[in-house]
């Protein structure tokens, strides 16, 4: 194995894992395995990346901490030339979270400094500049991740968001150095870790950037960011990998369901999109799913009632409806009812026949793969920018979407079920 990954969430580990498969050029990507959860069984000897997804991105950080050094060395007793850890796109976190501590124990773990940290993916309108996220042309903090939930992003300068989640110092590698080319860049990496910092935010626009970065990190132990990091690892690697796999493409055409936990704008559109185009949709009041006024059995009834119809079960509100539930109820208890939920759903159905599936929302993407008990996929093709198809094989094969809240085009729902049904995008 060349490249490991350690993801703190199940849809970030799809993102990336496609990123790795896809590649960027006529030769193609790594032959990439998607793990769920800590693996028990040393990887395939054919296996060039492998991802471990882990649900460590709302839990304590010392907990996050603890799986994501197991990841590290199970990966590393796999061989693996380079570690990434890789967390979403718009750096989600709190000031108490997790990123800053698990890339410091990575780093430590790996006697590694000057670590790369940029969670740029141009391809989904995600830059850094000047030390500054960017969603689209607004600023992080402006763009609606601001409301999140769980992880409300305040602040997009990503050094000073760090800072408060890291002992050490935290280093800055401007988009400036980066334009000079890689050797500038290593430079600055280098001396940025001979001063003491083990993470430098580091910037990039476009893909040339990440080009850039993957150049001058080629013989690093660590580098941390979101999926737009691994997109040129196939190309600088060519010389070290055997020729790359095309993304498995033929289809699963059995019955199909969506569930959706997610709030954020993407997927309320979606959700929306889904329901203008006369698909059947079932909403699930969290109130009423803590009083017991609804069950999994009414869902999986739902979803049986309206098979071929493209159902779709979802819990999605307004952030403002999910603050005010939060504070009636408990944001633990809310999260751990919705899980759970969605995790029971999952299981019944996919145990009823459902053979394509579609999720929405990290937190529950983990939790229903948790309940189907996959321990790893294999990496279809794309439906959406960061989004491929996940295929598990066996008797009756299932074929998985598992979606970040804010990835996606409006009709991705629709989209998603014909390409998993080998209709193409």
Not at 98 to 113: Q, S
Not at 127 to 137: A, K, N, P, R
């Amino acid at each position: 194995m060349l490249i490991g990954v350690i993801a703190d969430d199940f849809t970030g580990a799809s993102d990336i894992a496609n990123v790795l498969a896809r590649g960027r050029t006529p030769a193609g990507g790594l032959r990439t395995t998607q793990f769920m959860g800590l693996p028990s069984q040393p990887a395939a000897a054919d296996c060039e990346a492998g991802v471990v997804s882990l649900k460590s991105r709302s839990i304590a950080p010392a907990d996050a901490v603890r799986q994501s050094l197991e990841a590290l060395a199970w990966l590393r007793a796999q061989g693996c030339r380079q570690i990434i850890f890789k967390y979403c796109s718009t750096f989600d976190s709190t000031p108490e979270g997790n990123i800053g501590p698990v890339a410091e124990a990575l780093a430590e773990a790996l006697d590694a400094r000057g670590v790369v940290v940029c969670p740029a993916f141009p391809a989904a309108g995600r830059t850094l500049y000047q030390g500054h996220l960017f969603v689209g042309d607004r600023l992080l903090s402006e763009s609606g991740l601001e409301a999140h939930p769980l992880t409300p992003m305040t602040d997009p300068d990503i050094r000073r968001w760090l800072r408060r989640q890291c002992r050490g110092e935290v280093g800055h590698a401007p988009l400036e150095t980066v334009r000079r080319g890689a050797a500038a860049l290593a430079d600055c990496l280098a001396a940025a870790g001979n001063a003491g910092r083990r993470l430098v935010v580091t910037d990039a626009v476009d893909d040339t950037d990440l080009v850039t970065i993957a150049e001058a990190t080629r013989d690093a132990r660590l580098v941390t960011g979101g999926s737009g990091i691994a997109l040129a690892l196939p190309d600088v690697l060519s010389s070290e990998r055997a020729a790359g796999s095309s993304a498995a493409a033929d289809g699963v055409s059995g019955p199909e369901a969506i569930l959706a936990g997610s709030c954020s704008r993407a997927t309320l559109e979606q959700i929306e999109c889904h329901r203008a185009g006369g698909h059947p949709v079932l909403p699930v009041d969290v109130a009423d799913l803590l009083a017991g006024r609804i069950a999994p059995g009414a869902a999986v009834d739902f979803a049986r009632q309206n098979a071929g119809r493209a159902p779709l079960v979802y819990s999605s509100a307004s952030a403002e409806r999910v603050r005010d539930t939060q504070a009636a109820f408990g944001r633990e208890v809310v999260a751990g009812r919705l899980d759970a939920f969605f995790g029971e759903v999952a299981r019944r159905l996919v145990g009823d026949g459902v053979q394509r599936l579609v999720v929405a929302g990290g937190e529950t993407s983990g939790a229903v793969v948790s309940a189907l008990g996959l321990t790893s996929v294999e990496i279809g093709p794309e439906i959406d920018v960061g989004v491929p198809v996940l295929r598990v094989r066996g008797d009756r094969p299932l074929a998985l979407a598992l979606k970040s809240g804010n990835f996606g085009s409006r009709d991705f729902f629709g989209k998603a079920l014909g390409v998993m049904g080998g209709h193409g995008r």
